[in-house]
Structures are given as C-alpha cells and as structure tokens.
C-alpha cells in the first residue's frame, strides 16, 4: 500500500526555516503530483503547496507565497518543503498526500496521507 512519511518539523523563533521532507516507501513517486496540507488545532486542514510529478509545475496557498518553496528529487523519491520567513500562525501538523489529479490544493482531492510533522513557531 503507498505510504509517505513526513519529517522535518520542529520547534522554530519566528522568521525562521525549516525545511519538511516527504519521502515514499515500496513505491516510486515519479508519476505522482504532491502536495502539502497543514492543520491547526481547531482548524480544517488547508492546502499549502502542491507540485507536479515531474517538477514542472507547482502551487501554492496566498498565505504561503514568496515564504515557501516546494520541489522534488524523483531519484531520492522524496518531496520538499522549504518553509523561509515562518509565523506563528504557520504552526500546525504538516501533512503530505498523493493528488488524485488536478493540482488543486483541496484536500478531498488527495489520498494516501502521511502520518504528520509538527511545526510549531514561537519565541
């Protein structure tokens, strides 16, 4: 069954970075669009960026943009998350998926989800 783990997370001072990895087991992600969710406590879970199978193309949520960056390695079957310029209100639990097809940031159009990686921004 395809699985993806997530790391990277932590605890980071605001305007901060981090830099979240999405790595597959038993699968190759080369065909496959990803994206990253994030979700605070109370919220609904939020898209924050997505990326094509083959790099080519990406998406990001306004809140998100010029602070974070996604990309992939195909040969290291992981995807990225670099998180630059951090606020406090970017804390919460980032999340990886499998895009079902579109490159939305929808969440009801992905499957296959992590487990997780706490981010949490504070002085």
């Known amino acids: 069954q395809l699985q993806l783990v997530e790391s990277g997370g932590g605890l980071v001072q605001p305007g901060g970075s981090l830099r979240l990895s999405c790595a597959a087991s038993i699968f190759s992600l080369d065909h496959y669009a990803i994206g990253w969710f994030r979700q605070a406590p109370g919220k609904e879970r939020e898209g924050v960026s997505c990326?094509?199978?083959?790099?080519?193309?990406?998406n990001y949520a306004d809140s998100v943009k010029g602070r974070f960056t996604i990309s992939r390695d195909n040969a290291k079957n992981t995807v990225y998350l670099q998180m630059n310029g951090l606020k406090p209100e970017d804390t919460a639990v980032y999340y990886c998926?499998?895009?079902?097809?579109?490159?939305?940031?929808?969440?009801?159009?992905?499957?296959?989800w992590g487990q997780g990686t706490q981010v949490t921004v504070s002085s």
């Open positions: 990326i094509s199978g083959s790099g080519g193309s990406t």
């Open positions: 998926a499998v895009d079902k097809g579109g490159l939305g940031l929808d969440p009801y159009f992905y499957h296959y």
